[in-house]
């Protein structure tokens, strides 16, 4: 009995004791509930919440109402954290939910930036790296997201080409032209794999950082010697599920429209006139002017602008629909866009899609997998003539007549009389004769798994595909091409089958593979409190293969097939080939800092390619970087206050560059013979093969080495910043074809290792941010200079490549005038043409003074702009903002050329301008007589008559935005509405004058112009 008494009161002392504990627990450990907004009591969600005074540092996530809720009791420390906000600590008290208001973090000194292999704080970098976040990116409604860097990092020349759909992207040049020999583009990265941004949706990336010094960026050791592009698509974010539309339509127009003479009188009389000056006989009879002068503007005698009917606007609409969300396990991130756009010209229809996966699963506390797959459709149709061929044939057509018969009937013209010679086709006759169309398929598909081994060392390893298909179809048939006037019979007579380059269809596919595989070991640790330690190491190989073939067949039965097979195989032509390319690394960085104060980087690269011979293929790469926060000084710390950030750096290293091009084209074998198969000349024998070049066996790699010296600073808590840096780019063996090798060989010369050029510059990026009540607004600036010289060549080549001077120069005649009398021209110094001068031809100066103008006499003309710039204002009042970006170029000089700059080229109309030209009654000395192309007084020779000034100032983008308040948009069950509207590159200030200043270069006067883009759009969030 006492036995079982015992048992019973034991039982109810254990009872009576757990409950005890478990109300002590629950009164110590309870669940703390709060809410996190902005500073507009927006709710923010995935905002970190974490319990630093909690053993295991536990963490939650707010969800898309800004809630949360952590174990926790009073007297805890919470850490509120958010990327782009400002940290916050606070300490549990009595409150029964948190309210915590986040604020936007105004200098951004804790942002965290993308790096080689990893992410770094911003203001712990000691080498040069910027980076531009996507929500800057997209304030331009740009399908191409190329041109949207135009203007936004510091050292980094961005040059659109063309507003064409689908061919409007952008060349890159990071501080300066760092080869003649091997490609001068930078490497573009995306999510840390090869990748071509003109393939993804600009709403769908999440930053872009750029390395341009060559210890940030020599952990890509060989293909890094002209900078780093990463580019960072987005994630999804644990805490909360959203459901994102963001849509656009807009109209393009062309920047500007040249002025050309319309007026058909005009236009004979001046034609008949430069054909007298060079002694032909006359274009157009007084009896064909006549008509056009008593009929004026008529149908039949028209005054026609080609250029205004071929330039109309083109329609663009954008749409995405955006998933995303997660929990602190897995989240995920689904993106779908549709691109549709016109051009501004007849026959284009551009249209693309574009899919972004990315998912994330944490199957074990230590280990996390993941994908992401980027996917894009582009179906592109265009005339058979593109681009600036395409416009000249509008700059070429004659006002005297219009695209159609007058009658009414349909039918195309191509001249104005059947006597008119020397003419080019019509636009529509490119539109009627065909066509051609691609399609293009890419995927960039990335798998990866992350293990945390142990605390602070971290394993990764990520497999990618980067795929590429393209089908393409070019058609061309005649179509029957009239003169617009007719015969004396009043019949229009048949001149022509519309001009086709040949009737039938070409047809190609080209397939392009890169396998990527890495792994990395990631260590972090601090010890003494005061040193902090990163050490990565890793392994990368990389392989890519090539293949294109291409077909042509011709008589086919009708216009409409499209298919090799709808002919037959008479005469017909096949092509094609393959390349193939592979590079292995190994690769480490290390980070040091001592109390935050001095910093210290070092980078390494081990590559071997399959470009350079066995014994030359592998080579080191690497560079390193210190870095001194002076702000972190006890005498700045503590006695200046409004010194946020002060830090000076200094980084070197040598970089490499595998990417070797011979006249341009990619090299994939430098060192190899190549035999080509061809026949022997001599008789029927069966075909042979034939070595067509000398190759160099010793062929080294191409190295950059880069000094890089910085100044960053940050006052009054981000209300002023500014990061300068100056660096020298020095380029060593870079390749060249020797000289040396006679035609008669039968061979090409060998390319060499055997030229150097130099590239020295400043770069200067000025900020200001400042917050008045609801109101913000904000200024940026951004500069940079640079300048080029050849310090090494195999063979100069006077006045373009010589040492000592900018690669490339012009190398022309110095004009002056206009010689305005036979006696001017006695007295003058013999000029370079052979024909004889006459009054109203240009004056060429005589630089040596020895009387005579010759080539000694010619002068340089850098190819390189002075310097670029731009600057951008935003400001902000409650739901508004608005901001302006401008971008420039100052210096920068092309020469040009051909339809729309020269009267009568293939009967182009002259500018506008020669209504002033030089005449025995109108003394001009800035336009010379009317002539034709290749008269000898005026493009007899190349002068700077033919250097344009292409310096600008742009107006960029204006943006205005609203977005409506909480109480609107919650009546849709909205987390946020925003409409918008914007214009692109509303104003342009220049003295060029063709219809656009921002052009790749040299050329043909007429091109395909830029466009202006009014856009309004719609964002809203769920």
């Known amino acids: 009995m006492k036995k079982v008494l015992r048992k019973t009161c034991l039982r109810y002392f254990l009872t009576v004791l757990a409950l005890c504990l478990c109300f002590y627990y629950a009164g110590a450990q309870t669940l703390i509930k709060g809410k996190v907004v902005d500073a507009s009591n927006q709710p923010l969600p995935g905002v970190t919440i974490t319990n630093t005074s909690s053993k295991d540092k536990s963490k939650t996530i707010s969800n898309s109402n800004g809630e949360f809720s952590i174990a926790g009791e009073k007297g805890n420390k919470l850490e509120i954290t958010m990327v782009g ?67 936004r990092v510091s050292g980094l020349d961005v040059v659109q080409s063309t507003g064409e759909p689908g061919r409007d992207g952008a060349s890159f040049r990071l501080r300066g032209f760092g080869s003649t020999g091997a490609s001068p583009n930078p490497l573009v990265l995306i999510d840390g794999v090869i990748g071509t941004m003109s393939n993804l949706s600009p709403q769908d990336i999440e930053s872009v950082t750029v390395l341009k010094d060559a210890s940030s960026a020599s952990i890509y050791g060989a293909r890094a010697a002209n900078g780093v592009i990463l580019v960072s698509t987005k994630k999804g974010k644990a805490g909360t599920n959203v459901i994102e539309y963001n849509g656009s339509y807009g109209l393009s127009y062309a920047t500007k429209y040249p002025d050309l003479i319309t007026n058909s009188v005009t236009y004979m009389e001046m034609y008949n006139q430069a054909k007298a000056r060079s002694g032909q006989p006359a274009q157009y009879t007084q009896a064909q002017i006549d ?42 991130n689904l993106s779908l866009n549709y691109l549709d756009q016109d051009a501004i010209t007849k026959g284009y229809k551009y249209n693309r899609y574009n899919a972004l996966l990315d998912y994330t699963n944490r199957v074990h506390k230590r280990v996390k997998v993941g994908t992401n797959i980027n996917f894009s459709y582009e179906d592109f149709k265009a005339p058979w003539l593109t681009n600036a061929d395409l416009l000249l044939l509008a700059y070429a057509s004659a006002p005297t ?236 710390k503590d006695n200046i206050s409004w010194i946020d950030n002060l830090k000076l750096r200094a980084s070197y290293g040598v970089l490499g560059n595998q990417e070797i091009v011979t006249e341009g084209n990619p090299n994939y074998y430098p060192y190899q013979d190549i035999l080509s198969l061809t026949s022997y000349p001599f008789s029927t024998l069966n075909s042979g093969v034939q070595l067509l070049g000398i190759n160099t066996k010793d062929l080294r790699w191409e190295k950059t080495a880069i000094a890089d010296f910085g100044l960053d600073f940050d006052l009054f808590k981000g209300l002023f910043g500014a990061t300068l840096s100056w660096y020298n780019k020095n380029t060593t063996d870079i390749l060249a074809r020797r000289a040396d090798v006679p035609a008669s060989m039968g061979v090409t010369a060998p390319v060499v290792n055997a030229g150097a050029m130099t590239n020295k510059g400043i770069e200067i990026e000025l900020r200001h941010q400042n917050r008045i009540g609801e109101f913000t607004y904000g200024a940026n600036f951004i500069f940079h200079s640079y300048r080029n010289k050849v310090t090494k060549v195999l063979a100069e080549t006077l006045g373009t490549f010589e040492v000592g001077q900018p690669y490339n120069n012009f190398f022309v ?201 009014y856009t309004a759009g719609l964002k809203v969030k769920f």
């Not at 600590?89 to 790096?115: A, G, R």
């Not at 499209?562 to 480490?588: A, D, K, R, T, Y």
Request: glycine share 10%; proline share 5%.
């Open 85 to 151: 906000y400002t940290n916050q600590q606070i300490i549990v008290q009595n409150q029964e939910k948190l309210s915590i208001t986040l604020s936007e973090s105004d200098n951004k000194l804790d942002e965290v930036v993308v790096v080689g292999y990893g992410t770094q704080k911003k203001i712990n970098l000691s080498g040069s790296v910027s980076t531009v976040t996507g929500k800057t990116l997209t304030e331009r409604p740009v399908t191409n997201v190329q041109n949207l860097l135009q203007g």
């Open 813 to 1013: 005649y110095d004009w002056i005038g206009v010689f305005q009398s036979q006696a001017e021209i006695d007295a003058s110094p013999k000029q370079p043409n052979s024909g004889v001068l006459k009054p109203g031809d240009l004056k060429i100066r005589d630089v040596s003074g020895n009387g005579t103008v010759g080539p000694e006499d010619r002068i340089r003309i850098s190819r390189f702009p002075d310097y670029t710039y731009s600057f951008n204002l935003n400001a902000g009042y409650k739901g508004f903002n608005l901001s302006a970006f401008f971008q420039g170029v100052q210096g920068q000089k092309v020469q040009v050329d051909g339809w729309g700059y020269e009267p009568f080229r293939q009967g182009s109309p002259p500018p506008s301008k020669f209504l002033n030209a030089w005449s025995p009654t109108n003394p001009s000395n800035t336009i010379p007589a009317v002539y034709l192309t290749g008269y000898q007084g005026v493009s007899g020779y190349t002068s700077t008559y033919f250097i344009q000034d292409a310096s600008y100032l742009r107006l960029k983008n204006l943006y205005l935005s609203y977005t409506f308040p909480e109480a609107i948009s919650k009546k849709i069950a909205s987390q946020g509405i925003t409409v918008y509207v914007s214009g692109d590159n509303l104003i342009t200030w220049t003295k060029y004058e063709g219809n656009d200043p921002e052009r790749a270069g040299s050329g043909s006067f007429a091109q395909f112009p830029q466009l202006r883009i």
């Open 401 to 636: 007549f219009k695209p159609f018969l007058p009658d009414g009937s349909g039918r195309i013209t191509d001249k104005d009389f059947t006597t008119s010679s020397g003419t080019n086709r019509t636009v529509e006759e490119v539109y009627a004769t065909g066509g051609q169309f691609t399609k293009n398929y890419n995927v960039n598909a990335q798998a990866y798994v992350d293990v945390d081994i142990i605390n602070g060392l971290k394993w990764t390893t990520k497999g990618a595909i980067t795929f590429f298909n393209q089908d393409y179809r070019q058609r061309q048939f005649g179509t029957p091409s009239f003169a617009y006037q007719p015969n004396t019979s009043g019949v229009y007579e048949l001149v022509g089958n519309g001009n086709p380059t040949f009737v039938g269809l070409q047809q190609s596919s080209a397939r392009n593979i890169t396998k990527t595989l890495y792994s990395t070991f990631n260590y972090n640790t601090t010890f003494a409190n005061a040193h902090n330690l990163s050490a990565l190491a890793g392994y990368e190989q990389q392989d890519n293969r090539s293949t294109s073939i291409g077909g042509n067949r011709y008589d086919f039965p009708n216009n409409t097939i499209m298919e090799l097979n709808g002919s037959s195989p008479i005469n017909q032509s096949l092509s094609g080939n393959s390349f193939e390319w592979g590079l292995q690394s190994l690769f480490g960085r290390v980070n040091y800092d001592y109390k935050g104060k001095y910093l210290l980087e070092g980078n390494i690269r081990y590559d071997g390619t399959s470009r350079v011979d066995p014994r030359y293929r592998w080579g080191t790469f690497g560079g390193g970087s210190a870095a001194w926060k002076i702000s972190e000084e006890s005498f700045i």
């Open 291 to 332: 008509a056009y002068k008593n009929n004026p503007n008529s149908e039949q005698y028209p005054n026609f602008d080609w250029l205004d009917y071929v330039l109309d606007k083109g329609p663009i609409q954008n749409h995405n629909l955006g998933f995303s969300g997660g929990t602190d396990k897995s989240t995920y």
